[in-house]
């Protein structure tokens, strides 16, 4: 799905909002799932500074809020030292290996969270932290 489609299904989705859950399916959850794909990448951001200062990508933001009614709460595992809570939001790390965290090239220390669709940029080093 294209920028532009991503956009439009996103906004008519969060038109309707109300309707949306956990049992939507289809193209909006797809779209939603691609624009939290594209932020933990780092392809997207919310907002971003502009020639004339900061811009808010809406869309995104409508996205995230989305994301809330269509996932459960459930346990999530997947923080660094083993530590697991109850959200609905998974953990940037669930799944990941070694590799995964070679290949991403930041330090992430005990003590820290980092939900799916944060962007950490390589040589960071997460300290102790929330990051959302």
Do not use: Q
Not at 1 to 23: N, P
Not at 32 to 48: I, M, N, S, T, Y
Request: proline share 4%.
């Amino acid at each position: 799905m294209d920028v532009e489609r991503l956009k439009a299904v996103i906004e008519a989705g969060f038109e309707d909002r109300a309707t949306v859950d956990a049992s939507t399916k289809g193209e909006l959850r797809t779209a939603v799932e691609a624009a939290l794909a594209g932020l933990d990448a780092g392809k997207f951001r919310v907002a971003e500074k502009g020639r004339k200062g900061w811009v808010v990508h809406e869309w995104l933001k409508k996205a995230v809020l989305l994301s809330f009614r269509l996932n459960a709460m459930e346990r999530i595992d997947g923080a660094p030292g083993g530590a697991s809570w109850w959200d609905k939001v998974p953990s940037k790390f669930a799944g990941w290996r070694k590799k995964d965290f070679t290949e991403a090239g930041f330090r992430a220390v005990p003590g820290c969270v980092v939900r799916h669709s944060a962007y950490i940029a390589p040589n960071v080093v997460l300290m102790p932290s929330f990051v959302n």
